[in-house]
Each structure stands twice: as structure tokens, then as C-alpha cells.
């Protein structure tokens, strides 16, 4: 993961450690009592490579820092992957994964596992569950927690260990879904977000500030749209029966931690500060992004 300095609208408003000097000082000192963390420095000052044994145990750290003062922006995660000295093939680290689930379940297991390069290597019935064993590359089990426990209902357990490095095993989707992008700053409210809400799943409630390029749902569709969740309704001097009910929101989703890190994309940052998780693009204008993409 990069840990950078966070750059955003709303930066230092809410943390205590904002410099990328006390950034830089917090992460080394992490390394005096973590030996399986590794820091290096990157060609900006304003942002560290942080390589660690996964996800959770770099979410650790950035939860730890977040109620330490700091305020921080953090990348999608990536796998680390080496080279074969001889054949000069691309390698990547393999987990062996246990998933112990009910039996009516096992068919939506296999169809994700499929999709995500797994190996079947082992099933084992065990009563009414069935206990079934894969090789995955690491990179498969990226934001596949949260999908596990939908899919079984939260009935399953999955545990998995590193196993070794194998083959390059080709191209797997991280997300299938797109965002919702924030199409101005200013304050979220509710007839803006009852528009929104027609589009795809929110990620906050009326009443919170927004900024332009910042996160606020996620689309069904796999391509990013942009909306106004700040659009105040317009007053006309008219009336009409029902027309003026008060507008029904549909609950949003909340998102951990850990839910932040599995949803973000390439072109996504996450700002964390000790108050707030907020996703966000990289490039926030989004006359820029449109730019970009009709060049790339």
C-alpha cells in the first residue's frame, strides 16, 4: 500500500498529525517493534510504500495511527510479486484457504472462486456443512470478505495461509460495480440524495460534507457516474397534492474500515482521519478525469 499525505479539500480539519515529516517519523517508529513490516521511501516526499503480511495487518496500523492524531491517505492494496531466477517467469504468493460452509451455499462459493483463479483441492462433507479447501493467488481474496458473508449469510467461516509462490495465474476483477462520484463540495442533503439513491447503494446520510471527486456510493454499473447530491430543490410558488410529502431515503450503507479498502479501485485513494473514512478519486476534478480517460 502507499501511505501518503492527505491532500484533499478537507485536509487538517479533523487530525492532529498532518505533515509528511510526522507521517514519515510515525512509520519508522512502527518498524523499531513490527519486524514483518517493511517501509520505503518513494521518489515524492509526501508518500511511503508500506508492505506488510496482508490487509488486516495493515489495516491494523491505520487504525492505530487514525486514533493516534493522524491523518493520512492510503491506496488500494497490492500483492508483492517476485521473479524466477531462472526462467525469468512472473511468480505471485499463493493462499491455501479453508471455508467451512453449509451445503446449500457451496454452489455460490464455487461460481466466486472460480472467477477469482481458485483451486479446488479438497471437499470434505461434515454433517449439514461441507468443508472444501482452495489455492488461490492472494490477489483473489481482495474484497472477497464481505461477498463471503453475504452469499452464506453470514453462516461460513474462512481462514487462509500463505503457501508458497507460484505462476503468474492472469488477470482477475477486483470490482465489478462503479461509483458514485460527488459532483460538487458543499453539504449532502436529502433531495439531492433521493436523486442519487435511483442511481446505485449510498455510502452516507443528508447533512454530510462533500467534496467534488469525493465517493459517496457505488453504481451497479461497472463505469463511474457522476451526481449531485448537494442540488437543493427547486421553489416555485405552486403546490400540488403530494407532490410535497417528505422524501423517504433508503438507509445507507456504513462502511468499515476494512469495507473501505476492499471497495477501493486503482484510480482511488482513502482518506482516513481520526473522525472520518472518506473514498475518494485521485484526480478530483471532474473535467480532468474526463480528460484523462478519453486520452487513455
Do not use: W
Amino acid at each position: 500500500m502507499t501511505f501518503s499525505v492527505n491532500d484533499s479539500p478537507f485536509a487538517g480539519r479533523e487530525g492532529k498529525f498532518v505533515t509528511s515529516r510526522q507521517l514519515r517519523e510515525r512509520l519508522f517508529r512502527e518498524l523499531l517493534k513490527d519486524v514483518s513490516l517493511r517501509v520505503e521511501e518513494t521518489d515524492s516526499t509526501d508518500s511511503f510504500r508500506v508492505a506488510g503480511r496482508g490487509e488486516m495487518h495493515l489495516s491494523i496500523l491505520i487504525e492505530n495511527m487514525r486514533r493516534e492524531g493522524y491523518e493520512l491517505a492510503v491506496s488500494t492494496p497490492h500483492v508483492l510479486f517476485k521473479q524466477d531466477e531462472t526462467t525469468g517467469q512472473k511468480l505471485e504468493p499463493i493462499e491455501r484457504l479453508v471455508i467451512d460452509v453449509p451445503e446449500d451455499c457451496v454452489g455460490s462459493v464455487m461460481e466466486k472462486m472460480g472467477s477469482r483463479k481458485g483451486e479446488l483441492v479438497a471437499m470434505h462433507p461434515q454433517g449439514s456443512r461441507m468443508r472444501i479447501e482452495f489455492l488461490i493467488p492472494a490477489r483473489g481474496l481482495f474484497g472477497y470478505k464481505s461477498e463471503f458473508l453475504t452469499d452464506t449469510k453470514g453462516e461460513g467461516i474462512m481462514s487462509h495461509v500463505f503457501d508458497g509462490y507460484e505462476p503468474y495465474k492472469g488477470d482477475i476483477e477486483r470490482r465489478k460495480t462503479g461509483s458514485l462520484v460527488s459532483f460538487e463540495t458543499g453539504e449532502a442533503v436529502t433531495y439531492g440524495l433521493f436523486n442519487a439513491q435511483e442511481r446505485g447503494q449510498l455510502f452516507i446520510p443528508a447533512g454530510t460534507p462533500v467534496y467534488e471527486g469525493m465517493i459517496v456510493g457505488a453504481s451497479p454499473k461497472t463505469e463511474d457516474l457522476v451526481v449531485n447530491v448537494c442540488k437543493k430543490k427547486h421553489l416555485t410558488n405552486t403546490r400540488a397534492s403530494g407532490s410535497d410529502d417528505a422524501l423517504r431515503l433508503v438507509p445507507h450503507r456504513i462502511l468499515s474500515l476494512e469495507d473501505c479498502l476492499e471497495f477501493l479501485a486503482d484510480d482511488e485513494l482513502l482518506e482516513v482521519t481520526p473522525e472520518s473514512l472518506r473514498i475518494r478519486k485521485r484526480i478530483l476534478s471532474n473535467s480532468q478525469r474526463a480528460k484523462v480517460r478519453a486520452k487513455g
